[in-house]
């Protein structure tokens, strides 16, 4: 008993199934209660039962598991996360299993490894292997017999999990070093003086000793005037240059300069004499420039080559 760590006054939970002996399970549970100190500190639990059990959280500080010589158990997930709420934040779990040296595909056995994660998983730390040794005649009967497994390759292992030191649900604050932000700049304090002089009250409006001026007198009698559209040409807009409108013009030079243009283009065509040429060479004279083109709209440009001038 001094690998359990078991002092007086302490609550141990012994776990056990039909493969225990009886006559050793009773030796165990004896000597439990002469270390503990009393007979009520030591609970006797059915491992088909511990599931149904009414153990509140928190109710044990040693749970002993599959220690009864010449037992054979195996522990499933549910029953160890069942181990882990009911042990005291501290408390300790033994437990001992036969275990698989080698990985076997669908076997019930779990391999030491695969053991201490389940134990991991159900909420323990520090989860260590304390004794590996080989079965003896009398566990590998009950393993046959109980489990019906028939392997050559088992172990039996002893391992043990804590429960840490709080509770399923437990919560603490964390203490997060944040940077504070940086204040924002502080404004430069305003004189008080100079504050009042360019504030302006209703009452002062009223007030006939304030000199109020009004904004039209500003304005001399040239400002009223409409200003003259070549005054606002830029330099380049000057008679006695080649006109040219600037990028992005603005006096009206740009649009004056395309109306010419169009005007020009318009000048060029020749004019017709009879006002006919435009209904096609049914109604034009024999000296027609537009004689052999097809009719076109009234106003409507036409182009013609220097061939068709020269002839007519």
Not at 48 to 64: G, P, T, V, Y
Not at 95 to 101: G, R, Y
Not at 200 to 227: F, G, H, Q, R, V
Not at 284 to 302: D, I, N, T
Request: hydrophobic letters at 35%.
């Amino acid at each position: 008993m001094a690998e359990f760590g078991i002092s007086a006054g302490q609550l141990v939970a012994v776990i056990w199934d039909k493969s225990a002996p009886t006559e050793a399970l009773k030796d165990l549970v004896d000597k439990l209660q002469g270390l503990t100190g009393s007979e009520d500190r030591v609970s006797v639990e059915n491992i088909n039962q511990l599931l149904q059990s009414a153990h509140k959280e928190s109710s044990f500080d040693i749970i002993l598991s599959g220690v009864v010589p010449g037992s054979t158990i195996l522990h499933s997930a549910e029953v160890l996360a069942e181990m882990a709420r009911i042990l005291r934040p501290g408390g300790c779990l033994f437990l001992k299993e036969p275990v698989e040296t080698a990985v076997v595909n669908n076997s019930k056995v779990k391999t030491a490894s695969k053991l201490c994660s389940a134990l991991t998983l159900s909420g323990l730390v520090e989860v260590k292997e304390l004794q590996r040794e080989p079965l003896n005649p009398e566990e590998m009967r009950s393993v046959q017999d109980h489990l019906g497994y028939n392997s050559n390759s088992l172990l039996s292992v002893q391992i043990t999990g804590k429960k840490p030191n709080f509770e399923v649900g437990s919560f603490s604050q964390l203490k997060l070093s944040i940077t504070k932000k940086p204040s924002p700049p502080v404004k430069p304090a305003v004189d008080p003086a100079a504050a009042k002089l360019w504030t302006l009250s209703a009452n002062d409006m009223e007030d006939e000793s304030m000199d109020l001026i009004d904004s039209d007198e500003l304005l001399d009698p040239e400002d009223l005037k409409k200003p003259d559209p070549a005054s606002l040409r830029a330099a380049s807009c000057e008679e006695g240059k080649k006109r040219k409108a600037c990028k992005n013009c603005t006096c009206g030079l740009a649009e004056e300069l395309e109306k010419e243009k169009s005007e020009a283009q318009k000048s060029s065509q020749p004019k017709s004499a009879c006002g006919n040429c435009y209904l096609g060479d049914a109604f034009r004279c024999a000296s027609c420039p537009y004689l052999g083109m097809p009719a076109f709209k009234p106003g409507e440009q036409v182009l013609l080559s220097n061939s068709n001038l020269h002839d007519a």
